[in-house]
């Protein structure tokens, strides 16, 4: 089952560590059920009061700092019974953008913050009735009547109005023709020769073993050691043109959002290994702390700013349709994975350049797959679709009402899911679902699954069979090492029967897993169970740098015997002993 008390757990480590919320003690309550029932309900009612409380602190601290600053800025007469759409439009016209963004984030973090609690209470409750209770009858409307519940849809709305003030998308960057990639042409370097020939070579030698579209070049055609004289350093839009222009499909990424909501690439959480400068104030920033507009201020070793992932994006759509990004989303970066979304829906013409999205926190890759789920929906509708001219499709219409209220008509959550012919319930919507299949069945967390019956009532259709669709595959990230992080799921290839549970719900099902290498994978009855698990699931294998096996050896092994659709690597220059590469005339290495 998802670990819902994990994902509490990395957000506050991640989205809202800046925030510092009250987040229910889910955990502890959810151990009332079978060890003291009596004092689960003293419990859940005294964790909604704290996160009611806690809701209505932070929007109050929050519209106290936008009246303040109109008050101070703006003339009397506006300011005087100002509705709260017009109330954040003169707030916008008051401030430094900079500050106007800050204030958006901490409105993100305020209804996550809300939506996280009241998912958890809601969730607390059926684990309760799950076990032979009845709670459901008389605290949910309880939940479902408080201000931690009713507020989100005013905060939503205001938050949608605040992103097309502070910064209107037809001021998006467009796609940078940069020097590097001329650089790239041109060759400069005789050991980047070397190099992109031993690339092209390899390459070659896989298509005539077809085993080339199962090949993951990790973080692009990089440099594992962060250096930049033979090989482009990870993430950067040039280790991906070069990857795919010399016949490589499949990439992988890491992806993060700034402090203005722009996606950019990056593994670590600031810059401080691959920046130019390490010394710099802004490299040791948490890359959710900088705007887009510091980035670029930001060189890295190679002299280029960090790549935005629409970036990356249309390039690989203009040099192939086979060229196609693996994208990973950090645990606790829930609003990365909505922001993705939200490109995907704006940009559908980019979906086919995507080929997976993955994460180790499977709440996020649920929640995702309900976001995503407008993409084929949208693109059906072409008679709504043709009636909008190309960029305006998502635009917004925003009325305020007599009582104050702010409502969002076109392109929100609720919109976009009618078009599917599917409402969500009242009070929810893609950014907050109805998580009941994504959240399993009662009892502690743990590796434990669903019996195979119950499974069985409500499968899909085998992953293999679906019909096409431009939704890219999503897949759960797992280890077979003890768990870092909360949300993380732990499995061996000895036993893979828990990962059907984590990846089917009641509401649909993930693509697949993405399994951490181990040395049993690599002899018989490990391949075999891969290969069973590739039945049912896309299966996918990462590795560690430097430390697991990443020869080709290894890649046909796992790609024939255990029928792998992924499988990851660094492209090291042992990849294949009988590919080497040549070396210069000039001797340089």
């Known amino acids: 089952m998802v670990k819902f008390g994990g994902h509490m757990e990395a957000l506050s480590h991640g989205d809202l560590e800046s925030l510092a919320p009250f987040l229910v003690p889910y955990n502890k309550i959810k151990g009332f059920i079978f060890e003291d029932p009596k004092a689960f309900e003293t419990a859940w009612s005294m964790a909604l009061q704290a996160a009611e409380q806690n809701f209505r602190k932070d929007r109050n601290e929050f519209w106290q700092t936008i009246f303040d600053e109109i008050s101070a800025n703006a003339a009397s007469e506006e300011v005087r019974g100002s509705h709260p759409g017009n109330a954040l439009q003169l707030y916008v016209q008051s401030v430094h953008p900079e500050k106007a963004r800050e204030t958006l984030v901490k409105m993100r973090q305020i209804l996550q913050a809300g939506q996280t609690n009241s998912e958890a209470l809601r969730k607390l409750v059926k684990k309760y009735d799950k076990q032979g209770g009845n709670l459901s009858p008389m605290l949910l409307p309880v939940l479902y009547t408080s201000s931690l519940y009713a507020g989100q849809s005013m905060l939503i709305s205001g938050i949608a109005l605040l992103r097309d003030l502070v910064e209107n998308e037809s001021t998006e960057f467009q796609p940078l023709i940069r020097n590097d990639s001329d650089a790239r042409h041109a060759r400069s370097h005789e050991s980047r020769m070397d190099e992109i020939d031993w690339l092209k070579r390899l390459v070659k030698s896989l298509e005539q073993g077809g085993h ?56 670590d959480d600031n810059f401080c290994r691959l920046a130019l400068d390490s010394s710099s104030p802004e490299s040791s920033r948490h890359v959710s702390d900088l705007t887009f507009r510091e980035l670029l201020g930001l060189p890295l070793k190679s002299g280029i700013r960090p790549a935005l992932l629409i970036d990356v994006l249309r390039s690989a759509s203009a040099i192939s349709p086979n060229a196609q990004l693996i994208i990973e989303i950090k645990p606790g970066n829930e609003n990365a994975a909505s922001a993705l979304a939200l490109l995907l829906v704006r940009h559908p013409d980019l979906c086919r350049s995507v080929a997976m999205i993955m994460s180790f926190d499977a709440v996020t890759m649920h929640r995702l797959r309900a976001e995503l789920s407008v993409i084929d929906a949208t693109t059906a509708e072409q008679n709504f679709s043709s009636s909008y001219p190309s960029g305006t499709m998502h635009s917004r219409v925003n009325s305020f009402d007599h009582f104050g209220t702010m409502a969002t008509m076109l392109g929100t959550p609720n919109f976009l899911a009618s078009l599917d012919g599917h409402q969500s319930a009242i009070g929810l919507s893609l950014s907050n679902p109805n998580l009941d299949a994504l959240n399993g069945g009662g009892g502690p967390e743990s590796n434990h699954h669903e ?103 290894t890649f046909e092994w796992l790609v024939e015997e255990g029928n792998c659709t992924f499988v990851n690597t660094d492209l090291p220059n042992h990849f294949r002993r009988d590919i080497v590469v040549r070396k210069s005339s000039s001797g340089l290495q």
């Open 212 to 267: 080339l579209n199962r090949l993951v070049a990790h973080r692009g055609f990089h440099n594992i050691r962060d250096r930049n004289d033979k090989r482009p350093i990870e993430n950067s839009l040039s280790a991906y043109e070069i990857a795919w222009t010399s016949g490589i499909n499949l990439c992988e990424c890491d992806i993060a959002m700034t402090k203005d909501e722009k996606l950019v690439l990056a593994h």
């Open 451 to 553: 019996s195979k019956e119950e499974l069985h009532e409500h499968h899909m259709s085998p992953i293999r069979e679906r019909k096409e669709s431009l939704v890219p595959k999503l897949m759960l990230l797992t280890v077979a090492d003890p768990p870092k992080r909360p949300c993380e799921h732990r499995v061996s290839v000895d036993d893979l029967s828990p990962v059907e549970s984590w990846l089917v719900r009641p509401d649909g099902q993930l693509d697949g897993v993405y399994l951490q290498l181990e040395k049993k994978m690599l002899k018989p009855e490990g391949a075999k169970r891969l290969r069973e698990l590739s039945e049912r699931f896309c299966v996918g294998i990462w590795s560690y740098s430097g430390l697991d096996p990443d020869d080709f050896r």
